[in-house]
C-alpha cells in the first residue's frame, strides 16, 4: 500500500500530505487544526484549451469543438437518478464547479458528513450520463449563457486582448465556445472527452481543513478504481508566435467609461508553466510597476487617469502567460503609454532596493493571509499540482526570492512589441 508523503512549509508550518492512490489519482491533504470547515476539490487536467490531443502516444491528433470541457462540466452533475446537487442538499454541503483555460473542477464544502459528500464527489464525477435529448436541450441553455457572456462589457475586453495576443493558441477562445461549436456536440463526443481527460491518473483530489488524512484515503478506497490503466494522454503544443496577432483591438459597448486591457504576451515553449521562483519574480515585478504603492498608480491617480479599479495580474497557464495591467479610463491610450515609459525608466534606472523589498513583503504577507481560508488552500495545491510545483512552494519563493531573478525578468519581460492594448468604449 502506498504511504503518505508529508511536506511541511517551513516558514508557516503548513502541512500537505500527498498520495499516488493505486487507482492512478493523485490525493493532497492540507489539515487545519482547529477549523470547522473543510473544502474538497477534484480537478481533472481539462479546460477550454484542449481542443486538439492525442491518446496513448497515437500518431494523429483528435480535434473537437470549442466548449465542449465547459459544456462536460455541466453535464456531469446530472444521472439517471436526478443530479448531484439534491443529493448533496441531504448533506448539508454547498457545491459547486467551473471550468477554466485549463482544468475543469468539481467542488464542495461542508461544516459536517464530510466523508458522505466526499463520497457524492467522487461517484458522480466518475459516473457519466449523457442522452441525445438533455444534450440537446443544453445546447440551448449554454448557448443562451454564452449570448448572455457577450453582452458583458469586461469579458469582452479581456477576450478581445486574448485575440489580439495570440495567433493560434487556444487560450484566445471563449472558454464556453461558440453558439456554432457547442451545436456539434453529441453524445458520443461527450463520452470520448470524458474517457480521455476523465482518468484518474489525469486528475488530482485536493482537501483543506478539519479532515485527517485518514478519512479521505478510506473515502478514497471505497469509491476509487484499485488499478491505474496506465494510459496517458497528451496535451498538444501550439507553435505560437512571439508578436501578438493585433497590436489595438476596440470595441464600443453600453458602458459609462472606457475599460481597457494592456497585455504583454510572455512566451513559454513547449508547454511548460512557470517555477515558483519565476512566478513570485513575475508578481513582485507587477507590483512594483503597478501596484496601489507604485510611482506610477500615485501619478495615474493624481491626473485622474485611473481610479481603484486599476490592477495587475500575472495570467499563466500550460504554454501560455501574460502580463496583464488594466481597469477603467478616460484615456486608455494614455495610460498605455505611461506603463511602456515606467517600464523603460525601471529598465535604465534599476530598480531601488526599499521598492523590492516593500513589493516582496506584500506577496509573501498576501500568500501568508491565503493559507488562513480552506477554499483558497484547496485551490493552491490544484494549481501547485498542474503546473509541476511542490505544494504551497509560492511561499517561499516569495520570501527568498532576489532583487536578481525580478531584474531578470524585467529584462526578458513585458516589451512593446509584444503587447497589445484591449479597449471597450463607450457606445454611440
Known amino acids: 500500500m502506498a504511504a503518505w508523503e508529508e511536506i511541511v512549509e517551513k516558514r508557516t508550518g503548513e502541512r500537505c500530505f500527498c498520495l499516488r492512490h493505486p487507482s492512478g489519482l493523485t490525493i493532497r491533504v492540507n489539515p487545519k487544526e482547529g477549523y470547522r470547515s473543510s473544502y474538497a476539490v477534484f480537478a481533472t487536467r481539462y479546460g477550454s484549451i484542449d481542443t486538439a490531443f492525442r491518446m496513448g502516444g497515437a500518431a494523429e491528433e483528435t480535434v473537437v469543438p470549442a466548449g465542449i470541457a465547459h459544456y462536460l462540466e455541466h453535464k456531469l452533475f446530472e444521472s439517471e437518478d436526478g443530479d448531484a446537487f ?24 461542508c461544516t459536517d458528513r464530510f466523508s458522505e459528500s466526499l463520497e ?3 461517484d458522480f464525477v466518475q459516473h457519466p450520463y449523457f442522452t441525445e435529448e438533455t444534450v440537446q436541450k443544453e445546447q440551448g441553455i449554454i448557448g443562451q ?10 469579458r469582452r475586453v479581456l477576450f478581445n486582448l486574448l485575440k489580439a495576443l495570440y495567433k493560434k493558441h487556444p487560450v484566445r477562445i471563449d472558454i464556453a465556445g461558440t453558439v456554432e461549436s457547442i451545436a456539434q456536440i453529441t453524445p458520443e463526443l461527450l463520452y470520448g472527452c470524458y474517457r480521455t481527460f476523465y482518468k484518474l491518473n489525469n486528475m488530482v483530489l485536493a482537501v483543506s481543513g478539519s479532515v485527517t488524512p485518514q478519512e479521505v484515503l478510506a473515502v478514497a478506497d471505497r469509491m476509487l478504481a484499485s488499478k491505474d490503466d496506465g494510459e496517458r494522454v497528451e496535451r498538444a503544443v501550439t507553435d505560437e508566435p512571439d508578436e501578438p496577432a493585433a497590436p489595438r483591438v476596440e470595441s464600443r459597448m453600453p458602458v459609462a467609461s472606457p475599460l481597457f486591457y494592456l497585455g504583454f504576451k510572455d512566451s513559454l515553449p513547449g508547454g511548460r508553466c512557470r517555477t515558483a521562483e519565476e512566478l513570485a519574480a513575475a508578481d513582485v515585478l507587477l507590483e512594483i510597476l503597478a501596484g496601489q ?19 495587475a495580474e500575472y495570467f499563466e497557464g500550460p504554454g501560455y502567460a501574460a502580463w496583464i495591467i488594466g481597469g477603467e479610463s478616460a484615456d486608455p491610450d494614455g495610460v498605455a503609454e505611461a506603463v ?18 516593500a513589493a516582496r513583503n506584500a506577496l509573501y504577507g498576501r500568500l501568508v493571509s491565503s493559507l488562513n481560508d480552506v477554499e483558497n488552500c ?5 494549481s501547485d499540482f498542474f503546473y509541476g510545483r511542490a505544494p504551497f512552494a509560492l511561499v517561499e519563493a516569495a520570501a527568498s526570492l532576489t532583487p536578481a531573478a525580478v531584474a531578470r525578468m524585467l529584462e526578458d519581460g513585458l516589451r512593446r512589441e509584444q503587447s497589445a492594448l484591449s479597449v471597450v468604449s463607450p457606445a454611440g
Open 86 to 109: 439534491s443529493r448533496y442538499a441531504k448533506t448539508g454541503a454547498s457545491a459547486n464547479a467551473f471550468t477554466s483555460f485549463d482544468r475543469t473542477a468539481y467542488l464542495f464544502s
Open 120 to 122: 457524492i464527489l467522487l
Open 145 to 154: 449563457e454564452i449570448r448572455m457572456c457577450e453582452d458583458s462589457p469586461g
Open 293 to 311: 504603492a507604485s510611482p506610477l498608480y500615485a501619478r495615474l491617480m493624481k491626473q485622474g487617469l485611473i481610479n481603484t479599479s486599476f490592477g
Open 340 to 357: 511602456h515609459a515606467e517600464i523603460e525608466r525601471l529598465r535604465r534606472d534599476g530598480i531601488p532596493a526599499a521598492d523590492f523589498e
Open 378 to 382: 484547496g485551490d493552491i495545491l490544484v
